[in-house]
Nanobody, 116 residues
Framework: QVQLVESGGGLVQAGGSLRLSCAASGRTFSSDTMGWFRQAPGKEREFVAKIMNTGSTSYADPVKGRFTISRVNAKNTVYLQMNSLKPEDTAVYYC??????????WGQGTRVTVSS
């Protein structure tokens, strides 16, 4: 059974930075696409970023130039470096893995709150 555990969330002032981590167990995810999603209060979950097994990345427009996704397959871990945070980045952030067309396994989420 695959388990993803996110960490690194918290409270930060606008303009600050956080690095989220997502550690996988029960599966070697080196062949999977890993993604980050977020869900703000009262809104639907939305795509943030993804990294393919090739290392190729893509980002949602609101985070381009501010967020960076990376992975260390040897550690079964994917990261999301978030810089220049804005209050509108406040959300629960979820890590997920799969083919990229579908995400088959998800973490429980880590909360990020950005104060103005």
């Amino acid at each position: 059974q695959v388990q993803l555990v996110e960490s690194g969330g918290g409270l930060v002032q606008a303009g600050g930075s956080l690095r989220l981590s997502c550690a996988a167990s029960g599966r070697t995810f080196s062949s999977d696409t890993m993604g980050w999603f977020r869900q703000a209060p009262g809104k639907e979950r939305e795509f943030v970023a993804k990294i393919m097994n090739t290392g190729s990345t893509s980002y949602a427009d609101p985070v381009k130039g501010r967020f960076t996704i990376s992975r260390v397959n040897a550690k079964n871990t994917v990261y999301l470096q978030m810089n220049s945070l804005k209050p509108e980045d406040t959300a629960v952030y979820y890590c997920a893995g799969g083919t990229g067309r579908t995400y088959d396994y998800w973490g429980q989420g880590t909360r990020v709150t950005v104060s103005s």
